[in-house]
């Protein structure tokens, strides 16, 4: 099966500089990359995503890369602000019909004022 | 928040009983999936549906049960059989297709064994 690994598993930064999180997938077949954002106590939420044929994709503060050859991606958050700070999971999946989602461990953000 | 809804949001079990988690969604999803969060491990799969009547055992089903019988509706049981229960239990829901497209949660039910 799938094994998604992520790192860090927790990041502090100050408010305005730059947060990475990086992950690593084992299944060369998988072709789907989201990354959910889960606030304290809330649901986990969508903020981007990326398929195998797309090696960048951006959304305002938010931009996600792939690699398909290294099997890694990751995701950029510029300019933070402290509504960022949240618990940030990576997932991978194969077009098998269901969207059967291997998740990574998740990132606990922590943007400073 | 609407669209896919859990409940309860808090429930407590005594050791050796059963408990079933609810959870319905109103997006006409066909697929259905609940996950297990527990500190430090991430979302892992318990179980999934892609279709009324027929449902698949995910990386962690042992202890657990489900059914399928509306489109609406996959509500999780967790049985005695379950060494350790306690976690957080989300659901989700996606459409199917020839891509895969975002999964939608519902918002957790926290369950404690006491």
């Known amino acids: 099966g799938e094994n998604v690994e992520q790192h860090p598993s927790t990041l502090s930064v100050q408010e305005g500089d730059s947060a990475v999180i990086k992950c690593t997938y084992s299944d060369s077949a998988s072709n789907y990359f989201p990354w959910y954002k889960q606030e304290l106590g809330k649901r986990p939420q969508l903020i981007i995503d990326?398929?195998?044929?797309?090696g960048e994709k951006k959304d305002q503060r938010i931009a996600v890369t792939l690699n398909k050859t290294a099997k890694h991606f990751s995701l950029h958050i510029t300019e933070t602000q402290p509504e960022d700070s949240a618990v940030y999971f990576c997932?991978?999946?194969?077009?098998?019909?269901?969207?059967?989602?291997?998740f990574g461990t998740g990132t606990r953000l922590t943007v400073i004022p | 928040d609407g669209g896919i809804t859990q409940s309860p949001k808090y429930l407590f079990r005594k050791e050796g009983q059963n408990v079933t988690l609810s959870c319905e969604q109103n997006l006409n999803h066909d697929a259905m999936y609940w996950y297990r969060q527990d500190p430090g491990q991430g979302l892992r799969l318990i179980y999934y549906?892609?279709?009324?009547?027929?449902?698949q055992k995910g990386d962690i089903a042992e202890g657990y049960s489900v059914s399928r019988e509306k489109k609406e509706s996959f509500p999780l049981t967790v049985t005695s059989a379950q060494k350790n229960p306690t976690a957080f239990y989300l659901c989700?829901?996606?459409?199917?297709?020839?891509?895969?497209?975002?999964?939608?949660f519902g918002q957790g039910t926290r369950l404690t064994v006491v």
């Open positions: 989700a829901s996606s459409p199917l297709g020839t891509a895969n497209t975002e999964a939608f």
């Open positions: 990326i398929r195998s044929n797309v």
């Open positions: 549906s892609q279709i009324v009547n027929d449902f």
């Open positions: 997932a991978a999946s194969k077009k098998t019909g269901a969207n059967n989602l291997f």
